[in-house]
């Protein structure tokens, strides 16, 4: 049995229906220009030049809003990110180095998965801090900067971690280009 009263199981109710509404109107047409013209070209060059200083891998992916499947269950964000992020092949690099970037535009979430070859290097704490900072360039409608900001610290961590030498091939095992959805 719920404790809710009538007013916040009325609200709990509403506030689903309306992000269900968010999601299923959210066009993923609109993203470049929401973004910024040319924003995604200039991440994805900043996604190649960072690639080549580490073997880490680092996709970005915005959508505009949840597929029907995710909003009608009300799935969060994370979890959406985590399907993401196996569906794009990140978690399939060879040093177990994949970092996906996820925008939800339709909720202003942001969520970065790494996977567990980075993540046992990186506190918890340090993916927060590039996620508060994505948040302040997004609510001051600096998309491209909070974007690039983000590839570049992840490209720090990836740096720190598994930094490429020398005489090693640069080997692309993902795509550089955001998915936009």
């Known amino acids: 049995m719920s404790n809710a009263t009538p007013t916040q199981t009325r609200r709990t109710f509403w506030q689903r229906w309306s992000r ?3 999601q299923l109107w959210s066009d ?3 993203l470049p220009r929401r973004l910024g013209i040319d924003t995604t ?3 994805q060059q900043a996604v190649q030049a960072s690639e080549l200083r580490h073997s880490g ?3 970005v992916c915005i959508e ?3 597929p029907m499947s995710y909003a009608w269950r009300d799935a969060s964000p994370r979890e959406r990110a985590v399907s993401l ?3 794009l092949r990140v978690w399939d690099t060879e040093a177990n180095n994949g970092v996906l970037i996820y925008l939800l535009m339709a909720d202003h979430a942001i969520e970065i998965v790494a996977d567990r070859g980075l993540h046992r290097h990186v506190s918890d704490a340090q993916w927060q801090a590039i996620v508060a900072h994505m948040h302040d360039d997004f609510r001051a409608r600096r998309f491209e900067a909070g974007l690039l900001a983000a590839v ?3 490209d720090a961590m990836l740096v720190e971690h598994y930094p490429r030498h020398g005489d090693t091939p640069d080997h692309n095992e993902l795509p550089d280009e955001p998915v936009l959805r």
Request: hydrophobic share 50%; net charge positive.
């Open 57 to 59: 891998e680092i996709r």
């Open 85 to 87: 992020f196996g569906k």
């Open 20 to 22: 269900l509404l968010r």
């Open 64 to 66: 505009a809003g949840l």
């Open 41 to 43: 070209q200039r991440v």
């Open 28 to 30: 993923p047409a609109t």
């Open 152 to 154: 570049a610290a992840v």
